[in-house]
T-cell receptor
Framework: NAGVMQNPRHLVRRRGQEARLRCSPM?????VYWYRQLPEEGLKFMVY????????ESGMPKERFSAEFPKEGPSILRIQQVVRGDSAAYFC?????????????FGEGSRLTVL | AQSVTQLGSHVSVSEGALVLLRCNYS??????LFWYVQYPNQGLQLLLK??????LVKGINGFEAEFKKSETSFHLTKPSAHMSDAAEYFC???????????FGKGTKLTVNP
């Protein structure tokens, strides 16, 4: 059973370009979460999605960031007009339909470097 | 709102010594609590979780944690450190109707030979 798959693992962009990060959840999981990790900062929640719905986007910056989880295909975190401050590791996690006390299962992350 | 404080961003122990990583939480409702481990350039792996079934929780790789409501703590321990335990450890809390995990800032564990 494959785990949470994220790609690309490493992405380099110049300032002003767009970054697209993809996440395929574990089989049978319909909940997807995105977190951002900066050195010494821990993991910061960004957004929680179910298929075709954004459930909680309280951690998303108001501008340039968007996320989707379509009916078919992976979840995508999109960052428009990237700036150096967007350089970070972005982690996707998934959980099954019935969560409650259930844990999140994490991918290996996508590391974005903005030049 | 839930929050987690991890005391000590860096902890260093000798191989074979006790490992103690501290975590205090804040939650307005009985929480679910988790410890994750992250090895360099990898994702997070669940070590153990507290879901109110038992206050002493045993996890993988010999780790355990004890939920103490009176102290709002969920410290992680291991009796004898191994070199392979060197990693970053994150405490996280969930609850109050929210499905998201709220993480502490992490503690980097170094194990010296």
């Amino acid at each position: 059973n494959a785990g949470v798959m994220q790609n690309p693992r490493h992405l380099v962009r110049r300032r002003g370009q767009e970054a697209r990060l993809r996440c395929s959840p574990m089989k049978g999981h319909s909940h997807v979460y995105w977190y951002r990790q900066l050195p010494e900062e821990g993991l910061k929640f960004m957004v929680y999605l179910q298929k075709e719905n954004i459930i909680d986007e309280s951690g998303m910056p108001k501008e340039r960031f968007s996320a989707e989880f379509p009916k078919e295909g992976p979840s995508i975190l999109r960052i428009q007009q990237v700036v150096r401050g967007d350089s970070a590791a972005y982690f996707c996690a998934s959980s099954p339909l019935t969560s409650g006390p259930g844990e999140l299962f994490f991918g290996e992350g996508s590391r974005l470097t903005v030049l | 709102a839930q929050s987690v404080t991890q005391l000590g961003s860096h902890v260093s122990v000798s191989e074979g010594a006790l490992v103690l990583l501290r975590c205090n939480y804040s939650s307005s409702v009985p929480p679910y609590l988790f410890w994750y481990v992250q090895y360099p350039n990898q994702g997070l792996q669940l070590l153990l979780k507290y879901t109110s079934a038992a206050t002493l929780v045993k996890g993988i790789n010999g780790f355990e944690a004890e939920f103490k409501k009176s102290e709002t703590s969920f410290h992680l321990t291991k009796p004898s450190a191994h070199m392979s335990d060197a990693a970053e450890y994150f405490c996280a809390v969930k609850g109050g109707g929210s499905e998201k995990l709220v993480f502490g800032k992490g503690t980097k564990l170094t194990v010296n030979p």
